[in-house]
């Protein structure tokens, strides 16, 4: 009798913790939340997250546009962080008060704070190539090329940075800290952002905005910008340094494909007569080495060239291209898979009433082809796809 009352217990708990079908927008486990895409696309939390030990890392989906996310509600706190536990993805917080996100990636736990932080979701990028063209900075020297931040929010905020050794501050600082500053990429240019170097370095093992003792040097830091801003002024935010230079950019020409038919007896493809003439560049998306999947930055920027472009009677020509790394035919085939991806995200943000024409043009009009043992980031100019429209 003692067995079956326990099991009966059992089945009735789950029956209570579990909602029915008809409470399908947020399910309940304890002080826990998991959202559905209508409602948040995530979890939250309203009691204190504990990370170090064994809780490793904390990982949201953030490759599509409608980013998962963990929501930190006001009643919520987190501490322990660090860069063996924090959350690689986007993180929300309900404070009302400053609020430290404890965001990372690639073992780099790069927190982010901020002082009124309702709203506001943020995430941390490394390893991502999407920056590293120099032709895009006037003067700009980024920290490091392969990381930044996006932090999105509706509301004026004050925004701290941190870095610490693994960022090389000295060498792109010649070892004047005050010559740091916050940069924030708005969908074409970096641009500076009037900074302040925070006298001590952030306390970020836990989630309230405090300072240790220790002074901000080469080698740890926070930095922070110097009037609250509306977050979503920016598409990304990183670290680095102004000189006040003017870089000329290469013509990025299109000319028309000269790639021989040797190696490609078996792919089909469009003609190989681009005719631009009527049409105005909108922008590029860039690509990393041999890939052909958008990166978080280019997903940003390809929702603010749909968002320009929409409403307009005008046609869409993608022209796809690669380095000179591998064969013709492969190259031919990564070009025309790129501009199929961009085109499919442009589809997805509203502009499938649009007529999008694509064509690529493998490796044939890259700009570097002459340097056989150029590095991959150096050619990350000709990974790319060509955006241009034309109105009807």
């Given at each position: ?18 909602p ?13 939340y ?5 409602s948040?696309?995530g ?13 490793g ?6 490759d ?6 963990i929501l ?30 404890p965001?990372?990636?690639?073992g ?24 590293d ?22 509301l004026?905020?004050?925004m701290?940075?941190?870095?610490d050794?693994?960022d ?11 010559k ?23 306390d ?12 901000s ?20 935010y990183a ?33 190989n ?9 909108v922008?590029?998306?860039h690509f ?14 390809l ?10 009677n ?8 690669a380095?000179?790394?591998?064969s013709?035919d ?37 700009i ?8 991959s980031?150096?050619t ?10 034309y109105?009807n």
């Open positions: 009798m003692f067995k079956i009352l326990k099991i009966h217990v059992f089945i009735i708990t789950l029956i209570v913790a579990f029915s079908s008809a409470q399908r927008n947020i399910k309940a486990l304890g002080k826990l998991v959202h559905n895409q209508s948040g696309s979890i939250a939390l309203h009691q204190n997250r504990i990370f170090g030990g064994d809780q890392i904390l990982s949201t989906a953030r599509t546009g409608e980013d998962a996310q930190f509600s006001n009643a919520s706190s987190w501490q322990g962080a660090s860069s063996l536990s924090y959350v690689d993805g986007f993180v929300k917080s309900n404070h009302d008060k400053a609020f430290i996100f965001v990372g990636s690639n780099h736990y790069k927190p982010v704070a901020c002082s009124k932080p309702k709203g506001v979701t943020a995430a941390y990028f490394s390893n991502d190539s999407s920056f063209v120099e032709e895009f900075y006037d003067g700009i020297v980024l920290l490091n090329k392969s990381e930044y931040w996006v932090v999105q929010g509706t004026p905020t004050q701290t940075f941190t870095w050794m693994s090389k501050i000295t060498k792109v600082t010649e070892g004047d800290i005050n740091l500053k916050i940069l924030g990429f708005d969908g074409s240019s970096w641009k500076v952002l009037e900074s302040k170097i925070e006298p001590f370095c952030l970020a093992k836990n989630s309230n905005k405090n300072y240790l003792k220790a002074p040097s080469l080698n740890n830091g926070a930095i922070s910008t110097f009037k609250e801003i509306v977050p979503n002024l920016y598409m990304a670290l680095g340094v102004s000189n006040g230079a003017k870089i000329k950019r290469p013509e990025n020409k299109i000319v028309a494909s000269r790639v021989s038919n040797k190696n490609r007896s078996n792919t089909k493809r469009r003609s007569k681009i005719n631009l003439s009527t049409h105005i560049k922008g590029s998306i990393p080495f041999t890939e052909s999947k958008i990166t978080r930055y280019s997903t940003h920027l929702q603010k060239i749909a968002k320009d472009l929409k409403g307009g005008i046609k869409i020509k993608l022209v796809g291209h380095d000179f790394y591998g013709h492969f190259n031919y085939k990564l070009g025309l898979a790129r501009a199929n991806a961009v085109k499919n995200m442009l589809l997805k943000q509203g502009l499938n009433t649009v007529e999008v024409d694509i064509v690529s043009n493998g490796e044939s009009a890259a570097k082809n002459e340097c056989e043992n150029c590095h980031k150096e990350l100019i000709d990974r790319r796809v060509d955006i241009y429209a109105k």
